[in-house]
């Protein structure tokens, strides 16, 4: 998607008045804001936006039945934590409040709901809805039984190629959707694998 700027310029030839109040920046971390031509999508670029972090929190905690979490309470951890790693809440300890008063009881259930879920390394990296990984792609490039940090190489190796392979892409087909998730796969390694080296060690 063209950054709005780019819109915006194209708008004021037919739309003055609606050019002229489209915002340029985006009101969480002041990134620039992309949109679709037709306005009917207006997102930012930056891919660690709070609002984003928060909302892909939100789907963790969702997925695992943290249900005693509420939107407010990620809104919170999110703000006073500033992490920038969706799934960090799930290496919250015991009896510790998830944020400035918070009840210490929903890191007991976070806790609770993961040794529940048993993640499997697929079912993991797709708990966040990370931009263009979902259970499908999860599944297609991590195995149950290879350790999570090990799936990684061959992705890193293999690049987009390895991707599309993995996701049953024709090879004589230039695939935009494999070479996304390569981008959201190596944008979030780190915090990928570190979260879940941490829920190992628990």
């Known amino acids: 998607m063209p950054l709005i700027t780019e819109v915006t310029k194209r708008l004021h030839g037919v739309a003055p008045k609606l050019a002229s109040v489209l915002p340029a920046q985006c009101p969480r971390c002041e990134w620039p804001l992309a949109s679709r031509i037709d306005l009917t999508l207006i997102t930012c670029v930056n891919p660690r936006c709070p609002a984003k972090i928060e909302e892909s929190t939100y789907h963790v905690v969702q997925g695992i039945g943290a249900t005693t979490v509420s939107s407010d309470d990620v809104y919170r951890y999110v703000e006073q934590t500033k992490t920038r790693n969706p799934l ?11 944020y400035e008063g ?56 293999g690049g987009v190629p390895y ?40």
């Open 88 to 98: 960090s809440i799930l290496t919250a300890r015991s009896g510790e409040s998830l």
């Open 102 to 157: 918070a009840d210490p009881a929903l890191a007991d259930d976070i806790n609770e709901a993961v040794a529940a879920a048993d993640l499997t390394p697929a079912e993991f990296v797709a708990l966040p809805h990370l931009p263009h990984v979902g259970r499908d792609e999860a599944e297609a490039l991590f195995a149950e039984d290879v350790p999570l940090e090990r799936s990684y190489k061959p992705i890193k190796d």
């Open 163 to 202: 991707v599309q392979a993995r996701l049953a892409i024709p090879n004589d087909t230039v695939s935009l959707h494999a070479g996304r998730v390569y981008e959201t796969l190596l944008e979030f390694e780190t915090d990928i694998t570190t979260a879940w080296k941490q829920l190992e060690e628990k």
